[in-house]
């Protein structure tokens, strides 16, 4: 059974840094788009940042020069650097991974990890 995990959330103060990791195991199919998106309280779950397997990236404005998308395909793990981080980054952060099992594409969400951006 596909999964997708992610870790290394926390508390930080702002212009702080954290750096989140996702993998994803199981029999999961060849992975095409792995991405981050997040969802603050009374909000709605919103981009934050995709990377395709060849490397392509798409950041979503608000982080674009803060953040940093990199993925480890051997290790089927997408990590997402965040740097000058603001109160306004306070989410929990869910990765999301696209992969194609057979003759069909699956979209598998990992179960979050809170960012905390506070003094």
């Known amino acids: 059974q596909a999964q997708v995990v992610e870790s290394g959330g926390g508390l930080v103060q702002p212009g702080g840094s954290l750096r989140l990791s996702c993998a994803a195991s199981g029999n999961i199919g060849t992975i095409s788009v792995m991405g981050w998106y997040r969802q603050a309280p009374g909000r709605q779950r919103e981009l934050v940042a995709t990377i395709t397997s060849g490397g392509s990236t798409n950041y979503a404005d608000s982080v674009k020069g803060r953040f940093t998308i990199s993925r480890d395909n051997a290790k089927n793990t997408v990590y997402l650097q965040m740097n000058s981080l603001k109160p306004e980054d306070t989410a929990v952060y869910y990765c999301?991974?696209?992969?194609?099992?057979?003759?069909?594409?699956?979209?598998?969400w990992g179960q979050g990890t809170l960012v905390t951006v506070s003094s």
């Open positions: 999301r991974t696209i992969a194609a099992l057979g003759t069909r594409n699956y979209q598998y």
